[in-house]
T-cell receptor, first 113, second 113 residues
């Protein structure tokens, strides 16, 4: 059983398109996150949700819209994709908004051409 | 806000040598200091962590030391092996971060056989 699963694993799309990445966790955690890892490997948080409520919203363009239908799912929708959005996006989860006990998903490599 | 500087950015050692990676931070409210290992194309995986009430923690060949006064913490790997080659990230958490992890810039460790 995969604890935190993301789909798709790879995504290649043209500039201007809209795409979504899905994340699901079966760990019973109530907090989920999206992190972006750029080409220099720098990992930075984008959003976090606790029990479907937005907790953290870092300085991210509003073309990025997270959605959490329930505490086991956190999806990321990106409108009007730009070249600079190319990166690896990692979903993660933890319990009760704690920094410890994180589990990362396997990542989605997004390439915008 | 939180900020963490990680050095060196690259580290090359011979098999059997020790490797040390250091991180310095500014937010005194941080109280959780994990280290992650990321192999090529894989997700970040927690290898060791320390909380602010402990100065040192060891797990086999890996140890982490924390100096809260000086605001730095370090990862020590002894008897390095080629399979230790990866990117290592320090991170900050806890305090009022609501589960957010702030990552260092990463260190590419290469262990030569």
């Amino acid at each position: 059983d995969t604890a935190v699963s993301q789909t798709p694993k790879y995504l290649v799309t043209q500039m201007g398109n809209d795409k979504s990445i899905k994340c699901e966790q079966n760990l019973g955690h109530d907090t989920m996150y999206w992190y972006k890892q750029d080409s220099k490997k720098f990992l930075k948080i984008m959003f976090s949700y606790n029990n479907k409520e937005l907790i953290i919203n870092e300085t991210v363009p509003n073309r990025f819209s997270p959605k959490s239908p329930d505490k086991a799912h956190l999806n990321l929708h990106i409108n009007s994709l730009e070249l600079g959005d190319s990166a690896v996006y990692f979903c993660a989860s933890s319990h009760a908004g704690q920094s410890y006990g994180y589990t990362f998903g396997s990542g989605t490599r997004l390439t915008v051409v | 806000g939180e900020n963490v500087e990680q050095h060196p950015s690259t580290l090359s050692v011979q098999e059997g040598d020790s490797a040390v990676i250091k991180c310095t931070y500014s937010d005194s409210a941080s109280n959780y200091f994990p280290w992650y290992k990321q192999e090529l194309g894989k997700r970040p995986q927690l290898i060791i962590d320390i909380r602010s009430n402990v100065g040192e923690k060891k797990d086999q060949r890996i140890a982490v030391t924390l100096n809260k006064t000086a605001k730095h913490f370090s990862l020590h790997i002894t008897e390095t092996q080629p399979e230790d080659s990866a990117v290592y990230f320090c991170a900050l958490g806890g305090g009022t971060s609501y589960g957010k992890l702030t990552f260092g810039q990463g260190t590419i460790l290469t262990v030569h056989p």
